[in-house]
């Protein structure tokens, strides 16, 4: 029984912390139909972005509290920034070509977004452990957690919880709905579709920031960090459906909780655990579990 | 009118020629040496950036003869120092790749180089089929030496078997009771061996003791909360790790306030690189290595005071072991090529000459002797050094105390023994103090 409480909370922890990243990777996907590696680099700047704005909070004596409020601001900031620098200088005038150039383009930019990074920060690592241990440890059943950890689960649910309602509550959501049907038929119905693109594009790549974000305070910030979370990324969303928002979700509790119980029962298959979900799924779902199967437009 | 001008015109063409003419007739022969370090990815930070940046300020001491004594000749042998810097992230096709540009096209005399075993394995016979002289600085697999056999490569460091049985053989000295251990370590073939290691050392010494839980995160994971409830949830009374870089300090900021480092005595081999960093965070009376005797461990001399400062000044930070292996290797390459030299006349040595200098030779390094011991004198060896960590109030930094170091003989196994082999021996062999 102890051994189930801690797999569920351990596989509850790290799916959060995927799920976020998860999202914005699906949803500019779902919008704009690429598959952005660029969103590795995207979540170690926002660690940087965050790292940097802690320590100035802490410079200027703000309570210990307004870390965490540094670290969205962070997120805000660079989406801001970079994504219409990116969408619009770059990716807009990649659209209708082929998927595959599309993929290169995001990893030419993934390489040089990693130089650009140790440019401004250089190779030295940042430690931003303050926010860490803002709220204490909580004992569950034998094991003692450190908050901040749970407090990730609450973000994601409430970040998962708003774009949710974003796209299927308000006027917005419409317009991406309709815009991810049909470009075409959107922009002659007079939607600004390439407003649309940018807005998606930068609510994805603030969610990746967001990751990084809330992420720095449990690592080093160091070049490198964006490598793993991108591969790791891709096989959420494609358990769950490319594009999808639900799928993500449970893509990330698949395999949250897949290499929770690996690590616990059988730590050599951890990596193996949660490829091998990947490959059953694709092997039942070849379009993922919440991807319907499209016709395709000639 | 025309005619002064003409003629000032003519003159400067001539000065032009003859000052380009001059400067070929006088461009001086230099040392050429192809340095191949990490610049990019995980393992920039914590070895291949602090390497190069001890290359760079040891071989500007080398020109300018400021080194102290016997590396006080200027250069090498008199030979200004040329270095080339690679990056060693790409994987081992790339580094094959680049080490034949820096023979064939870069025309580099020697090179210094590689961090990772798997780019050792690829590389070494490369330069042995080019007949070029390679030293590997850094990388731990003891399989490079004893499952081949090179005459222009050498290792200027001992191989990693040396960290894991100095661990064992401090804990032994130091009476830390052990029944059972956890282990963590990441699974490729660093943490793999690491582990295999510290599992047939304590075999030796602690019989009585078993592992336990044993996590093998994949390497860059970055988050170990899941590791750290299953080390946790079974604690031992040792948790061992040969984690380096970011992963080290991840593992360290997360488990530190789960409160691993105080239900159990973390020992970790390879973690002396990231105290600067960790500073306070780093919990007091971890018990850890360095993979030598370098940094806050190593023996006091004055090439090491030397060293020490000279690095400090540079880059305000002191240097950890990365710098450490770079210096050492360096200094064996001037000695050995000065020696080389001095038998042929002064001239540049032949790779042959170079490699029968650097065979089987031994020097002193900031980090104490280094014998060209193993494999036919292809292979160092050096002694290592173990502490536990203690944070100073006063100094503001992360020192290490109880330090114990080990000679070499003591944790290296002897010559023509392969590792494997010398652990599940029982040491058979090692001459300790």
């Not at chain 1, 390439?194 to 594009?201: H, I, L, P, Q």
């Not at chain 1, 694709?282 to 579990?289: N, Q, V």
């Not at chain 2, 680049?98 to 580099?108: A, D, G, I, P």
Request: charged share 15%; glycine share 10%; proline share 5%.
């Amino acid at each position: 029984m102890q051994l189930a409480l801690t797999i569920l909370v351990d596989g509850l922890s790290y799916a959060s912390w995927l799920f976020i990243v998860a999202l914005g990777l699906t949803l500019v996907f779902g919008v704009l139909k690429i598959l952005n590696i660029a969103h590795g680099s995207f979540y170690a700047l926002g660690a940087y972005m965050a790292a940097s704005a802690v320590a100035l909070a802490t410079d200027w004596n703000l309570p210990p509290y307004f870390s965490l409020l540094a670290m969205l601001l962070a997120a805000v900031m660079l989406a801001a920034l970079v994504a219409p620098l990116t969408e619009r200088g770059l990716l807009r005038f990649f659209y209708g070509r082929d998927e595959v150039l599309l993929v290169l383009v995001t990893y030419a930019l993934f390489l040089m977004l990693e130089d650009i990074t140790k440019l401004i920060w250089g190779a030295n690592p940042y430690y931003v452990s303050e926010p860490y241990g803002l709220f204490g440890n909580i004992d569950i059943g034998s094991q003692s957690y450190v908050g901040y950890d749970l407090l990730l689960v609450v973000l994601a649910g409430l970040v998962g919880g708003l774009v949710w309602w974003g796209l299927n509550r308000t006027r917005f959501g419409k317009i991406v709905t309709a815009v991810i049907h049909s470009p075409e038929i959107a922009a002659s119905m007079g939607i600004k579709v390439s407003r649309v693109y940018m807005v998606a594009f930068a609510i994805g790549l603030f969610l990746a920031a967001l990751g990084g974000a809330f992420t720095a305070p449990m690592i080093s910030v160091q070049p490198g960090v964006s490598v793993g979370v991108i591969i790791i990324s891709f096989a959420v969303v494609i358990i769950g459906g490319l594009g999808s928002i639900e799928g993500a979700a449970i893509g990330a509790l698949i395999v949250g909780m897949a290499r929770a119980m690996a690590v616990h029962l059988m730590p050599v298959a951890e990596l193996f655990s949660v490829y091998v979900v990947m490959a059953l799924v694709l092997m039942f779902r070849p379009e993922g579990l919440f991807q319907r199967i499209q016709a395709r437009k000639i | 009118m025309n005619f002064p001008a003409r003629r000032s015109w003519r003159h400067c063409a001539v000065l032009l020629a003859l000052g380009l003419m001059g400067s070929v007739g006088h461009t001086q022969e230099t040392f050429k040496i192809g340095i191949v370090s990490f610049l990019s990815g995980q393992a920039a930070e914590s070895f291949g950036i602090p390497a190069v940046n001890g290359a760079k300020v040891l071989i500007e001491a080398f020109n300018k003869g400021q080194a102290p004594a016997p590396y006080n000749k200027p250069g090498i042998g008199g030979l200004p120092i040329e270095a080339m810097y690679v990056d060693e992230a790409g994987g081992a096709t790339k580094q094959v790749q680049e080490l034949r540009n820096l023979y064939e096209r870069e025309k580099v005399d020697v090179v210094v180089g590689y961090v990772g075993s798997g780019d050792c394995l690829a590389v070494a016979p490369v330069a042995e089929e080019l007949k070029k002289f390679l030293i590997l600085y850094d990388c731990g697999t003891p399989r490079i030496f004893e499952d081949n056999s090179f005459r222009y490569v050498f290792r200027t460091a001992a191989h990693a078997t040396m960290d894991n049985v100095a661990l064992a053989r401090y804990l032994k000295a130091r009476k830390v009771p052990v029944k059972t251990f956890n282990l963590i370590n990441q699974d490729y073939a660093w943490g793999q061996d690491s582990r295999k290691d510290f599992i047939l050392s304590m075999a030796n010494l602690y019989p009585e003791a078993k592992p336990s839980v044993d996590q093998l995160p994949k390497f860059g994971a970055g988050q170990y909360g899941t590791e750290i409830s299953a080390l946790m949830s079974k604690p031992a009374d040792l948790t061992h790790s040969s984690l380096w870089g970011g992963d080290l300090q991840a593992f360290i900021l997360q488990a530190g306030p789960r409160g691993l480092f105080k239900k159990s005595q973390v020992v970790l081999s390879a973690g002396d690189h990231v105290l600067p960093g960790l500073g306070q965070k780093m919990p007091d009376g971890t018990i850890l290595g360095a993979r030598g005797a370098y940094g806050l461990m190593a023996p006091p001399s004055p090439l090491n005071t030397w060293w020490w400062d000279t690095y400090s000044k540079a880059y305000n930070v002191y240097p950890v072991q990365a710098p450490y292996r770079m210096a050492q290797a360096l200094m064996g390459l001037k000695l050995a090529a000065e020696k080389a030299m001095a038998q042929n006349n002064g001239k540049k040595p032949s790779t042959e000459m170079l490699a029968a200098s650097l065979r089987g030779s031994e020097w002193m390094s900031p980090a104490g002797k280094i014998r060209m011991a193993l494999s036919n004198g292809q292979q160092a060896i050096q002694d290592a050094a173990i502490g536990r960590t203690k944070w100073s109030e006063q100094k503001k930094m992360v020192m290490l105390e109880d330090i114990q170091r080990f000679d070499a003989e003591c944790v290296n196994p002897p010559l023509n023994v392969k590792s494997e082999d010398w652990l599940k021996s029982g040491f058979a062999g090692a001459k300790c103090k």
